[in-house]
């Protein structure tokens, strides 16, 4: 059994084309930054912190009573984001570090936990994500919602934008899976990864995960098998977060 600390970073840019601000959007009187990082600290790690680029952002954080990094307004993905502030705060290589994302409010803390449990049960797991089944036929085929199809073992062999697996047959109906955007590391491949170039296949897809792939790296999905609320990236999304909060006050 692993014993290695596991972090949680909570990256948000201020800049948002399609809701300016939007890691200090209300939420029924909180920011969504400071909502994202109480559903965070409920699972079970050492750490929580918010990577940040706004001042305006950090004091939210802080006010808040959470722990906020300031970081580049310059890195390319929020891997790399995540990456300076394991290097600011010296954890270790064996460390576990999970990014969740800044605009996921109604994330289950138990999510977390699962994708660390495949960190914990085997420790030869360097990089892990999650996925959840997918039937309805038109997310199957929007190009927006990325799908993962995986080995016995767990292991992410493909991610795609186009449905896969392709049923060949008109009578074959395979199980989809779509993948959820949430992602550990052990610290040290992480610290490998970021130095990666884009390669064809992220090129073509715009999918970053596929260029660890084409670098031979392997990543464990786990599966949760209940519908994930979503993220926020509209103000459409915002206020379906809020319509949600306030049916469970």
Request: charged share 25%; proline share 8%; net charge negative.
């Amino acid at each position: 059994m692993s014993t290695a600390r596991i972090h949680i970073v909570v990256p948000a840019r201020y800049a948002s084309t399609r809701l300016p601000g939007k890691p200090l959007a209300d939420i029924l009187g909180q920011p969504m930054i400071v909502r994202v990082l109480s559903q965070a600290s409920q699972a079970d790690c050492q750490e929580v912190v918010a990577a940040v680029d706004d001042e305006r952002v950090k004091a939210a954080v802080e006010a808040a009573g959470f722990s906020a990094q300031m970081t580049s307004p310059d890195h390319p993905s929020g891997s790399d984001r995540v990456m300076e502030v394991a290097t600011h705060r010296g954890w270790q290589d064996a460390d576990i570090v999970i990014n969740v994302q800044g605009d996921e409010p109604l994330l289950p803390p138990a999510v977390i936990d699962t994708l660390a449990a495949s960190f914990r049960t085997d420790p030869s797991v360097e990089i892990a994500t999650i996925r959840e089944p997918l039937d309805d036929p038109e997310l199957i085929a929007d190009p927006n919602v990325v799908k993962v199809v995986c080995a016995d073992n767990g292991d992410g062999l493909y991610f795609s934008r186009a449905p896969i697996p392709f049923a060949r047959e008109s009578s074959s109906t395979p199980q989809y899976y779509r993948h959820v955007g949430l992602y550990g590391f052990r610290v040290g491949t992480l610290r490998r990864i970021t130095g990666y170039s884009v390669g064809q296949l992220e090129d073509t897809e715009k999918l970053e995960q596929l260029r660890w792939l084409e670098n031979g790296e392997k990543i464990r999905v786990a599966t949760w098998q209940e519908p994930l609320p979503g993220g926020v990236d509209t103000p459409a999304d915002l206020q379906r977060v809020i319509q949600a909060l306030q049916t469970t006050r």
